[in-house]
């Protein structure tokens, strides 16, 4: 057999080392990647569900419990159902965990403009609480495909308690949205980090009527929701009310699940180079040595003030600014 020649093939020792330079590199996550992932897969369910419904569902969607009391059919009836129903809780658990890794991405990049006087500790804390809240509410909606909002029966014509326990797990995500919206703004304006990318004024103005706008589509949405389940009791159900519903439920869908993707987007295509990453390099140290390193850069701090370095835990975490 003839002898290779040198250098054509890599020894074990050689594949080795490189995998280890792989696994030695620091770790570049760009937080507008994860959220624009987050909206994929939620639209990724909604196309499976809708097409599972309509091709092999067996359920008269004109005889929902959905449309029994709000009037209309929303986007929810498409995975309330059997085929969809089997499949839908493991899309969220998928989309869930996206934007559970977005909101952790999302508080380390402001936590080290935070540590860094970026932007003020009461400001911190303000959106560290708001972040707090989305997450929550994201946990929470997975209630809401868990239960069937009505028997094997059917619906009969009544609310029970299955239909406050499908829909209050959504109205917390509805309030999440609107604050993951507001965080972002506030977040964005607050830092300079869309003036570093070059948005002006004006730009500025029309994502804060954008959040507002928004906040009043869902200040609508509850309690008309609330009052469709208390069969009106605040306030008559008509025709003309439930067709201004619908109207107001699309443009929630446009506002929650269209707008922020295609401003991800956006951001992701024309602003790439200007966009901040969270770079982590992970060490296993002892608790010992963490406390050493924490005084160390604490002294640090204090004796260089304003031009303080920026404090690192156990995982060395800095934010780069191409």
Same mark, same amino acid.
């Given at each position: 057999m003839a002898?290779?020649?040198?250098? $054509?093939?890599?020894?074990? &020792?050689?594949r !080795?080392? !490189?995998?280890?330079?792989k696994? *030695?590199?620091? %770790?570049v %996550?760009t ?7 987050g909206?994929?897969a939620?639209?990724a369910?909604?196309i499976?569900c809708v ?7 067996t ?6 419990? =959905?449309k029994?009391?709000? &009037?209309?059919?929303?986007i ?5 159902y059997?085929? *969809?129903a089997?499949i839908?809780?493991i ?9 559970? $890794?977005?909101h952790?991405?999302?508080?380390l990049?402001?936590? $080290? ?33 868990? =239960? ?6 059917g619906h009969?014509n009544k609310?029970d308690?299955? +239909?406050y326990?499908? =829909?209050f ?6 309030l &999440?949205?609107?604050?993951m919206?507001? $965080?972002? @703004? ?14 002006g004024k004006? @730009? ?8 507002v %706008? ?7 949405k509850?309690p008309t *929701?609330?009052?469709? #389940?208390l ?6 159900r008509?025709?003309a009310? &439930?067709?201004l519903s619908?109207?107001v ?8 699940g +269209?707008?922020? #993707?295609?401003?991800? #987007?956006y ?6 180079n200007?966009?901040s ?17 924490? !005084? @160390? ?6 004796s ?19």
């Open positions: 002898n290779r020649p040198s250098g $054509s093939t890599r020894t074990h &020792g050689e !080795k080392s !490189k995998a280890h330079d696994l *030695s590199q620091p %770790i %996550i937080v507008e990647w994860l959220r624009l992932w909206y994929l939620f639209w369910m909604v499976v097409v599972l419904t309509l091709i092999f569902g359920k008269d969607l004109d005889n929902s419990v =959905v029994f009391v709000f &009037g209309y059919n929303n929810c009836v498409y995975w309330d059997p085929p *969809s089997y839908a809780p899309f969220y658990s998928f989309i869930m965990s996206i934007f559970l $890794s977005w952790i991405a999302f508080w990049r402001l936590r $080290s403009q935070a540590s860094n006087g970026g932007i003020s500790l009461w400001l911190f804390r303000l959106l560290t609480g708001m972040k707090v809240f989305e997450v929550i509410v994201l946990l929470c909606f997975s209630l809401t495909l868990a =239960v069937d909002p009505e028997d094997e029966e009969d609310v308690e299955k +239909v326990i499908h =829909v797990p959504f109205i917390g995500l509805q &999440g949205l609107v604050s919206a507001i $965080s972002s @703004t506030i977040h964005g304006v607050q830092t300079g980090y869309w003036e570093n990318m070059g948005f004006w @730009t500025v103005r029309g994502v804060i009527v954008y959040c %706008i928004f906040a009043l589509i869902v200040g609508y509850i *929701s609330i009052n469709y #389940m069969e009106g009791r605040w306030f008559e008509t025709e009310l &439930g067709r619908h109207g439920d699309v443009l929630f869908l446009l506002f929650a +269209v707008a922020p #993707m295609l401003k991800t #987007m951001l992701l295509y024309y602003k790439r200007q966009l990453v969270i770079v982590i390099d992970l060490a296993t140290v002892s608790k010992e040595a963490t406390e050493r390193y924490r !005084k @160390t850069n604490r002294a640090t701090n204090d260089l003030g304003a031009q303080g370095t920026e404090l690192r835990d156990t995982i060395d975490i800095e934010l780069k600014a191409p």
